[in-house]
């Protein structure tokens, strides 16, 4: 898969589990409808600038952005970490350290049960 498949495959994601159309979640990136068309479509070739500015629209890097996670698997937790997002930011400064303790060693565990079957 191509890395504008794998965009594409993430914006969707993001734009179905938003429930926006194409019109509203271009409104929301500050892009226009026509490039979010284009991104979706896996036909679109942003700029850097372009991909940090989505990025940072939808409060993920753009890695993550570019790299797609469309696997079921993956984008389901994907997902759910936007959704977590929102209530983390909320929390205290000391609680938002210990989160992002716990969520490096969350990821460091599944990195490790991936290696461990291969994928």
């Known amino acids: 898969m191509s890395l ?5 495959g993430a914006i969707r994601a993001i ?3 938003k429930n926006l159309s194409l019109t509203a979640f271009s409104e929301e990136l500050g ?12 036909r679109g070739n942003p700029s850097a600038a372009t991909i940090e500015h ?4 939808l409060g993920i890097s753009p890695a993550a952005l570019i790299t797609g996670l469309t696997s079921t698997g993956r984008r389901d937790i994907f997902l759910l970490l936007l959704d977590t997002l929102q209530g983390v930011s909320e929390l205290s400064e ?6 992002a303790e716990l969520f490096l060693e969350m990821m460091q565990l599944w ?3 991936l290696a461990a079957e291969g994928g």
Not at 31 to 42: E, Q
Not at 94 to 99: A, T
């Open 4 to 8: 504008q498949e794998d965009m594409a």
């Open 94 to 99: 000391e609680d938002r350290i210990r989160f």
């Open 54 to 57: 989505m990025a940072q629209k």
């Open 15 to 17: 734009m179905e589990r």
């Open 111 to 113: 990195e490790k049960e």
């Open 31 to 42: 892009i226009s409808r026509t490039a979010l068309c284009d991104y979706v479509k896996a």
